[in-house]
Nanobody
């Protein structure tokens, strides 16, 4: 059974850092583009970052550019999202998603598999 599991969320003060992990089971991530998305209460799910299947191409939303870094370790079947300089507006449930393609996008409807999400709360 294909499964994605996010971890690493939590409560952090503004300016702090978190690293989210997205671990895959039941399939190999090597041939999958991966996206990180987030959804705040009352808002639509939005793309945060994505990475191509081979890791050579990454994209970031303007709101996180320069603060977040996406990476993947195919040997560990895991994708990461390093989040630095966190702001209260980064508070949301963060989801990872996978799709069997090379080039990643940040469109919600272009991903086939989704994790259950991990809560990130940025507050003093």
């Amino acid at each position: 059974q294909l499964q994605l599991v996010e971890s690493g969320g939590g409560l952090v003060q503004p300016g702090g850092s978190l690293r989210l992990s997205c671990a895959a089971s039941g399939f190999t991530l090597d041939y999958y583009a991966i996206g990180w998305f987030r959804q705040a209460p009352g808002k639509e799910r939005e793309g945060v970052s994505c990475i191509s299947s081979y890791g050579g191409i990454t994209y970031y939303a303007d709101s996180v550019k320069g603060r977040f870094t996406i990476s993947r370790d195919n040997a560990k079947n895991t994708v990461y999202l390093q989040m630095n300089s966190l702001k209260p507006e980064d508070t949301a449930v963060y989801y990872c998603a996978a799709d069997p393609k090379d080039i990643a996008t940040m469109h919600v409807n272009e991903y086939s598999y989704w994790g259950q999400g991990t809560q990130v709360t940025v507050s003093s």
